[in-house]
């Protein structure tokens, strides 16, 4: 038997994730995370048909920081929370630990600072060094944590919503172009 063309699954699969890349690309903008655009420009997805024809496997990639980002980090101090796929609140599963070495990287925030344009001051008034400023956002992340975006699990939870009902309708249309190509006579 002749293997089922999936062409109108595969078109509704790439909308599907076109969707969420562009939506995630769209909250990282409104949420102000595009300070190098590094994240912003990562985001990618992947579509390959399944071996022998039994599905697709669909595999997005970002940045290495884009799952701090996207579930935050908690502090010392506080516990941080995102927003799951299915729309559920949960504890972020990445956290800092106390004590010297487990802050953040002080170099990253030092271009991060500067990207930014933000300048530190003492209290007499006078500029601090980007590194001493560095040094207390440091501090303060570490205490603190990260809050999170949830940029892609929300846009995940949005689109599946949108393509859950489309998925069914896409399917039958390969199914039924499938049908028409078959040779009756044979059976």
């Not at 949420?31 to 579509?47: A, E």
């Not at 039994?54 to 929370?81: C, E, I």
């Not at 504890?91 to 600072?113: D, H, T």
């Not at 530190?120 to 809050?147: H, N, P, V």
């Amino acid at each position: 038997m002749a293997k089922l063309k999936t062409k109108h699954t595969k078109k509704l699969l790439t909308s599907f994730a076109k969707g969420i890349i562009s939506q995630a690309e769209k909250i990282l903008k409104a949420k102000k995370k595009n300070v190098s655009g590094k994240l912003l420009n990562s985001l990618k997805y992947k579509i390959k048909e399944a071996k022998g024809g039994s599905g697709f496997n669909l595999s997005f990639q970002g940045a290495k920081h884009a799952n701090f980002v996207d579930k935050g980090v908690s502090g010392v101090k506080k516990r941080r929370m995102f927003n799951n796929i299915y729309g559920k609140t949960k504890k972020s599963p990445f956290s800092f630990k106390s004590g010297v070495g487990n802050s953040p990287n002080i170099g990253a925030l030092e271009k991060w600072i500067s990207r930014k344009g933000i300048k530190g001051r003492d209290e007499l008034g006078r500029f601090i060094k980007t590194k001493s400023l560095a040094y207390l956002f440091s501090k303060s992340i570490q205490r603190e944590g990260l809050k999170a975006t949830s940029f892609f699990s929300t846009s995940v939870y949005t689109q599946y919503k949108k393509f859950k009902p489309k998925l069914l309708s896409a399917f039958k249309k390969d199914l039924i172009e499938r049908i028409k190509q078959m040779d009756t006579s044979k059976l």
